[in-house]
């Protein structure tokens, strides 16, 4: 059998499993609690497929599988685990009927982010096809922007963990934080640093793919691709969120690039004081 086959059938298991979790719980993160765990038992299954000897699969699994740990300790030191369920989730149902939320609990949380966490995967299916072509010098250098790229999100996460820990000890003391949300660290340089680093190494596992083909014109790339506008469509959302519960949030998108890191602006209010 195929692998691929294999990764379909456990990714439509997975989506029985967490919809009809919702169902029963009402609660509709299910799927954030597997994101970090499913593409890694993607990935070791194209690597296992190859008898764990193809160098190229096993670096992608390892370093998947290292993207999963990071991914899994963060969200479970936030209560993840522990049925705390994505706020966003709570403000949509808010705006929507309950069967309006309920299509989209199937369609979107469930059927679309499921099928994304299968697609970012399939790069290895790539490897898989072209893994006669030996593990080279290109490899190691995509090896090392991937490894780049989880350090700078797990720096990133660290921040805004020391932030929200701060910001919980100021309001235990009775004081008001200021500034009520991170604009420091990496959070100076984008206001999502997390959101450009997550997405970067999804887009560095797919070169994984095209070093193995030997060409860039892979279909696989629509993993990334999804990826990358569902987190536009989410940082969107997000910060529309944060605009509302923090009205000088808009000085601070004025001022900062939005996800890719970049130099600050001056705004006119800085200009005119400086």
């Not at 979790?21 to 509709?28: F, G, K, M, N, Q």
Request: hydrophobic letters at 55%; proline letters at 4%; glycine letters at 6%.
């Amino acid at each position: 059998m195929s692998p691929l086959f294999v990764v379909i059938y456990v990714a439509l298991g997975v989506c029985a499993c967490v919809w009809t979790a919702s169902l029963i719980t009402h609660d509709y993160s299910w799927v954030d609690r597997i994101w970090s765990i499913v593409p890694v038992v993607y990935v070791w299954i194209f690597a296992g497929f190859a008898g764990l000897a193809n160098a190229r699969l096993d670096v992608m699994a390892v370093l998947v599988t290292l993207w999963g740990a990071r991914l899994t300790f963060n969200f479970a030191r936030k209560g993840g685990y522990s049925g705390v369920e994505d706020y966003r989730w709570a403000v949509l149902r808010g705006r929507m009927s309950r069967w309006q939320f309920q299509l989209f609990n199937f369609f979107f949380i469930v059927l679309y982010q499921n099928l994304i966490l299968l697609l970012i995967a399939l790069p290895a299916l790539t490897a898989w096809n072209s893994r006669a072509t030996p593990f080279g010098i290109l490899d190691a250098v995509v090896t090392v922007v991937f490894f780049a790229l989880l350090v700078a999100e797990t720096v990133s996460d660290q921040q805004q963990w020391n932030f929200q820990a701060w910001k919980k000890s100021e309001a235990a003391a009775g004081r008001q934080p200021s500034p009520r949300f991170l604009q420091t660290g990496l959070w100076r340089f984008s206001r999502h640093p997390n959101f450009f680093f997550e997405q970067a190494q999804w887009w560095a596992l797919f070169f994984f793919g095209v070093v193995a083909a030997g060409s860039i014109l892979q279909w696989t790339v629509v993993g990334a691709f999804l990826l990358t506008i569902l987190f536009v469509g989410s940082t969107s959302f997000t910060e529309s969120i944060s605009k509302s519960k923090y009205p000088e949030y808009a000085d601070y998108q004025a001022s900062t690039s939005a996800v890719v890191p970049w130099f600050p602006r001056r705004t006119h209010e800085a200009a005119a004081t400086g």
